[in-house]
């Protein structure tokens, strides 16, 4: 065997060897015993992201005593793993206490008649609970926890519910205990100066615009009139859009003029049965309209 035959057998050899060796040291994937989750909610035009690791109980005694795996009056990592995250996209105020838009790890001290939560702008503490430091806070507060009803909750788990148009709970609960805070994002201010810059102060309003700005009104139970006079405006622009004349229609019951509810439902009801394909739910729902407004007008 030649010299240049043998050295290139080994070059190839050792080649060979090289490119396999990331694929043997390749660390083995696993699933994590306490899977991370991301949820994310539009309370009403700030988005909120909760990141977290949901730990299972596994037969262990999770809240109510010095022994349980979440010792009473000792501050928790609400979830496993890393840091527990709450991210802000907007300013919002929770439990009374504004707080800047961010992103802040929440921490919890369970008691049996109270929890204390904790906002702290270190995300990375991960398990060591007690090293960050006070003045990291963003804010406190204290709220009641409540026995979850039915079966216990096997996993750690935190959802949004309770929504409104401005609000929604962030419940976390597991086993048998659960607890939760409120959120209120700043809708008014944010909507009005949309509809001051967009509608009341714009030359020619756009008849989407003049059409939501009158759905905020007649929503937030504001200026009926000028709602329904925006609504006009818009119907005669585009007269084909029946959900917006079904809008027309309830605008004027609530302000009793039943008479013209009835007219701008039976202009609906038309335009809902013209459609392709004909919405055969708006049809239902004006009938409906006139039929409340032939009644209440007697």
Do not use: C
Not at 48 to 67: C, E, H, L, M, Q
């Amino acid at each position: 065997m030649s010299k240049h035959f043998l050295s290139f057998s080994v070059a190839v050899a050792t080649a060979a060897t090289l490119l396999a060796a990331p694929a043997a040291h390749a660390q083995i994937r696993t699933p994590a015993a306490s899977p991370q989750s991301t949820i994310t909610q539009r309370v009403g035009l700030t988005d909120v992201t909760i990141v977290y690791s949901r730990p299972s109980a596994k037969g262990r005694s999770i809240f109510g005593s010095d022994n349980s795996l979440v010792p009473n009056g000792k501050r928790w990592r609400t979830g496993a793993n890393a840091t527990t995250s709450i991210k802000f996209s907007d300013d919002v105020t929770i439990e009374g206490k504004k707080i800047p838009a961010g992103e802040y790890g929440i921490y919890t001290v369970p008691r049996p008649g109270e929890w204390t939560v904790v906002l702290n702008k270190s995300l990375k503490q991960g398990a060591d609970v007690d090293g960050f430091k006070d003045d990291q806070d963003v804010a406190r507060f204290t709220i009641k926890p409540y026995k979850v009803a039915g079966s216990k909750v096997e996993t750690f788990t935190i959802a949004f519910t309770d929504l409104t148009p401005a609000t929604a709970n962030v419940a976390m609960e597991w086993e048998n205990t659960g607890a939760k805070f409120k959120i209120t994002a700043d809708v008014e201010s944010k909507v009005m100066a949309q509809i001051d810059e967009k509608v009341i102060k714009a030359a020619t309003p756009a008849p989407a615009d003049l059409a939501a700005a009158a759905v905020y009104y007649y929503d937030n139970n504001k200026d009926l009139k000028q709602a329904v006079t925006w609504m006009e405006k818009a119907n005669a622009a585009e007269p084909t859009k029946y959900w917006n004349l079904n809008t027309e229609a309830k605008i004027r019951l609530k302000m009793k003029d039943y008479a013209g509810a009835t007219k701008a439902a039976e202009a609906s009801k038309k335009a809902a049965l013209a459609a392709t394909p004909p919405n055969g739910e708006y049809v239902k729902m004006n009938e409906e309209l006139m039929a409340q407004a032939k009644k209440m007008g007697k």
